[in-house]
């Protein structure tokens, strides 16, 4: 297929490049001069328009920063300029009503459109085994199914337009509750006298196991190999995490759906950001316990 990748960010970069480690000729732009080249090493064409990277495409794949941006190139660049037959793809992770006034938006100029948004991080993004989170029509959803294969591990119909996005924003809410609770959890175990990894040995296999300490422990040397092994640097971002708690309450606070946990998360995140952690690992949250 022949497709178009906006945004090669630190997430889209390594999609993009699936895609074409994947057989897949593609197109992409991005406001980064660095960004193109590195694009470029990977085997992609590289355009300084988006009008000009969806011409002709099969399909338009995005990973953008935030839902306003995400309005302003598929309404200003994309709808009306990529081919009607083209599926449009969004990845990012945005607000579940922008989301869906773009995708109507499509609709209504005789797109099909999804929106994507993935779970996994950078590792994932470069080693192509992300999870994606689908919200669209059966149809919109099967024909972009084989170009988000090439990018993932799984690829989940969650529901309608914006059920994509209420999944990701739902799920990263309990990732960052639930890495704090891990993170309190183990200082506390040290303030008691325990080994953290004699800890982890006997939490891992007991009811309060979850993937925050089995697959990204935020304590050094324990457990697989994570962020916290290298300075917390890489994985996913403090401020990235409190972008989709900021997205979460704000949902929850238009569903009218109690959030306390969620909450006290964002709180706390958002005192980590201001520290100045922003660029860590979320998971570096284990320094203010």
């Known amino acids: 297929m022949k497709i178009a990748f906006i945004g090669l960010g630190n997430m889209g970069s390594g999609m993009a490049a699936n895609l074409v480690k994947n057989g897949h000729e593609v197109a992409a732009f991005d406001l980064s001069a660095d960004a193109l080249e590195t694009a470029q ?32 190139v598929y309404t200003g660049s994309v709808i009306g300029h990529a081919p009607r037959s083209a599926v449009l793809i969004d990845c990012s992770t945005i607000d579940v009503e922008t989301c869906r006034t773009v995708i109507a938006k499509a609709t209504d100029a005789g797109h099909d459109m999804v929106d994507a948004p993935v779970s996994g991080g950078i590792a994932a993004a470069n080693g192509g085994t992300l999870t994606f989170m689908v919200g669209g029509t059966q149809e919109a959803c099967e024909r972009a199914r084989p170009v988000l294969e090439a990018m993932g591990k799984a690829v989940i119909r969650a529901g309608d337009a914006g059920a994509g996005q209420a999944a990701k924003i739902c799920n990263n809410m309990l990732l960052g509750i639930q890495m704090i609770g891990t993170c309190e959890a183990f200082k506390l175990a040290e303030r008691l006298g325990l080994d953290a990894q004699n800890f982890y040995d006997i939490a891992s296999v007991s009811s309060g196991q979850c993937w925050s300490m089995t697959s990204y422990c935020p304590v050094p040397g324990v457990g697989p190999q994570s962020p916290s092994d290298n300075d917390y640097d890489g994985g996913f971002a ?47 949250i284990i320094r203010r316990l």
């Open 41 to 72: 090493a990977n085997g992609i064409a590289t355009y300084g328009t988006v009008r000009e990277a969806v011409e002709g495409m099969d399909a338009v794949v995005s990973m953008l920063p935030n839902g306003d941006i995400v309005k302003s």
């Open 238 to 284: 403090t401020n990235l995490m409190l972008k989709d708690l900021r997205l979460a309450m704000a949902a929850a606070k238009s569903a009218e759906s109690a959030t306390p946990m969620g909450e006290r998360a964002k709180e706390l995140f958002e005192d980590h950001d201001a520290d100045g952690n922003g660029g860590k690992d979320f998971s570096s």
